[in-house]
């Protein structure tokens, strides 16, 4: 069980916390839970840090910051206790969870289970700090900031969890944002792949390297709400989003729609380069400098110029890399040879995602039908296995994700669905 | 050097702190520092134990409360790094400094120094968390509140330093308080035993802890303030209060005063059983319950009754513990034998201490006509080999501490002394 930061925010709420955890000891389970620090802890010991030291060490920023989960797992431990379950906590350097010596940024190489699994044996409910590892010089280290889905699948992995529940503030994976589209209908399963592009393009339930890792090593993930606290017996049926494999996937959901979810992201920005001569070498001489410069670029379209030898370079970067990129790329614009840069930060990529997609044609060809109906332009599509996706006019956001929900017969049919 | 949580709240006075160190290091010192965590954080923190459990386990507690120094610890590695010194924090499961284990109360059993020494002879500040440790059972410890006095002088005594500056908001130790009496001299010597009973007796500068551990393992011990931050370069020369051994004192001071220095402690309560019966053993009942619920008995007097076989008993115990005391001695009214109890909160203990002190007779001549002359009444009387006290009524402490302070010629003769 993993619960994040607004789970954990004071001890009301950790209190609520413990009952959840209380109920599915006495269901039965061996249980190990892996908290976050409280809400807002974390900015504050962060800022403690710039203020100390703008350019800081992150060894010691580590020392810093990961004390927010040792507070919190000590006071999980302690609460368990007042409810009468035997708790106790394990920082990160005791177990150990043992990571790269890359501060601040820290990866999982492995994690001793073997006093935890007896301490679970023993009927002892183990309290882990997330977000914190110990590296081969005996350091603490973070793994960036939320971790701790990744500490939390690491342990499940681990132990050989059946199960790892991430409690969050939302009670499941959607089809599309609910507050976008009312009639989005909560999934009872989604694959890791479909996961990955559902967080990758704005569904931020859980950490993109979470579902990486738990694809990797098998772990079955269900995000649930901390805030549903009924006093009901805990079943092993699921009451949010279970996230497995494409094959435990087939066994499960017999009636598999062909889109499994609708993502919108609104932090891209797209940029244009007229004029570049067509010639061999000339995307490179663009490319190049923005990778060099680390910053990603996503959706890439070359269309044909009005002048022969000429050619017009639409793509994309996040948003907040923009002016990054246009600078750079004014810097080169004698080695490129383009005419000029037109950039729009008001743009929007949505995408629909899904395994079920056989091809693309069918999926591609409803989508670009539902969108021109409605008037909305599109000016970049790219594809991948699982996903296709369209680049366009940022205030048409909310339209386009209602139109398509409705295209691909996503809504609900009732609230209760 | 150790700095308290007053000196380590906020970045700020970490800086100020930072810039203390940096001097010490850049005047060719080697150089280990011991910080609290920042004021109010461990209130916060054991706040929030409560919250969770108020029968809290201690394990769990010190896995909490210990952060804070943690957070310090790691702040001032990264405050002295921007200030261009090479620094890294040691946490005390990191070195580790070996406790035993009863949490919450830990006492030190050694500190592997060799890491540390390395680091400080490379150039490094080594910046070490007060306050905690690690047990047999490679879980954190705490030291009990004020804890981190003892880890400066734990270790200072395995790393061999020179001499342990405790860094606090005073400026030293006076020859008595200075809020009541303005021509209190602060004392450029003292020794462990003399610091023990100031300390003991309400001049709370020191954890008492700390000064024993001082005395048996021979740290010399300066007190000074953090807030006194000239630029003029550090030297040897002592700018607070240095605690040495007697042998040492007697090389360094050479015009001693027989007197030290005055203390006074409000915190005391006194209780009269009137006409006890004077046989063996009577006194054994009324101490013996009173041991057996942990209340320390301070000052005792036997007096003549007035009835023959008979005796009024008086004795102090601390104030916080008077209503206890007194519901005990009630339910043994009967096997005690005496006849009514007579309580007094309202009174204190003013103490004379000094090792120069050769007999106790001059010293208590001196004190009791100083105290007679003022008209102030003595209720009790006890001494020490270094110490000489009389309980008095409450109101009359600050005069009894001035008329004192004068009779024994400590007064200084102007501001600068």
């Known amino acids: 069980m993993k619960f994040g930061g607004t789970s954990m925010a004071g001890s009301e709420r950790i209190r609520r916390v413990a009952n959840i955890v209380r109920r599915q000891q006495a269901a039965g389970h061996e249980v190990a839970v892996v908290v976050s620090a409280m809400a807002g802890e974390t900015d504050r010991l962060v800022n403690f840090c710039r203020e100390a030291n703008p350019l800081y060490d992150p060894a010691e920023y580590d020392v810093v910051v990961a004390s927010g989960e040792q507070v919190t797992s000590g006071l999980l431990a302690l609460t368990l206790q007042a409810l009468g379950c035997q708790a106790r906590s394990w920082l990160g350097w005791q177990l150990p969870i043992h990571t790269d010596d890359a501060h601040a940024k820290a990866r999982i190489e492995g994690i001793d289970s073997e006093a935890l699994l007896a301490s679970m044996a023993a009927g002892e409910v183990a309290v882990i700090p997330g977000f914190q590892g110990l590296s081969d010089a005996n350091r603490i280290t973070t793994l960036g900031r939320g971790g701790s889905d990744t500490s939390a699948v690491a342990v499940a992995a681990a132990i050989g969890a059946d199960r790892c529940d991430i409690y969050t503030d939302v009670d499941g994976v959607y089809t599309t944002d609910p507050r976008i589209v009312a009639k989005a209908r909560k999934l009872k399963y989604v694959t890791y792949e479909e996961m990955l592009e559902l967080a990758s393009v704005g569904s931020k339930v859980l950490q993109t390297r979470s579902v990486s890792l738990a694809m990797k090593e098998g772990v079955r993930v269900q995000v649930l709400s901390s805030f549903i606290d009924d006093d009901s017996a805990p079943s092993d049926e699921i009451p949010g989003t279970l996230i497995v494999s494409d094959e435990e996937l087939e066994g499960l959901d017999m009636e598999r729609q062909l889109i499994t979810g609708i993502a919108a992201d609104k932090n891209e920005a797209k940029l244009i380069l007229t004029r570049v001569p067509d010639r061999p070498g000339a995307v490179a001489t663009i490319f190049g400098p923005l990778a060099a410069a680390n910053i990603n670029v996503d959706m890439i379209i070359q269309n044909v110029g009005r002048?022969?030898?000429?050619?017009?370079?639409?793509?994309?970067?996040?948003?907040?890399?923009?002016?990054?990129?246009?600078?750079?790329?004014?810097?080169?614009?004698?080695?490129?040879?383009?005419n000029r840069i037109i950039t729009d930060g008001k743009v929007a990529k949505i995408s629909v995602v899904g395994v079920g997609m056989k091809s693309h044609a069918g999926v591609a060809a409803t989508m670009f039908r539902a969108l021109a109906d409605r008037g909305i332009n599109i000016q970049a599509i790219s594809t991948s296995e699982i996903k296709v996706s369209v680049l366009i006019d940022e205030d048409e956001t909310e339209l386009a994700v209602r139109v398509l929900h409705t295209a691909y017969g996503m809504d609900a049919t009732d609230q209760a669905a």
Chains 1, 2 share one sequence.
């Open 307 to 338: 002048d022969k030898g000429e050619t017009d370079v639409t793509f994309t970067v996040p948003g907040a890399d923009l002016l990054r990129a246009q600078t750079l790329l004014e810097a080169q614009k004698e080695a490129i040879g383009y």
